[in-house]
């Protein structure tokens, strides 16, 4: 895999990781 594929992969891991605590918050 390239590095910019795991850079876009971690970025979108992070997103997903920030939503749920949105959702736990509320």
């Given at each position: 895999?390239?590095c910019?594929?795991?850079?876009?992969?971690?970025?979108?891991?992070?997103?997903?990781?920030?939503?749920?605590?949105?959702?736990?918050?509320?």
């Amino acid at each position: 895999m390239n590095c910019l594929q795991m850079m876009k992969i971690m970025k979108h891991g992070r997103k997903r990781k920030n939503e749920q605590k949105k959702e736990k918050l509320i």
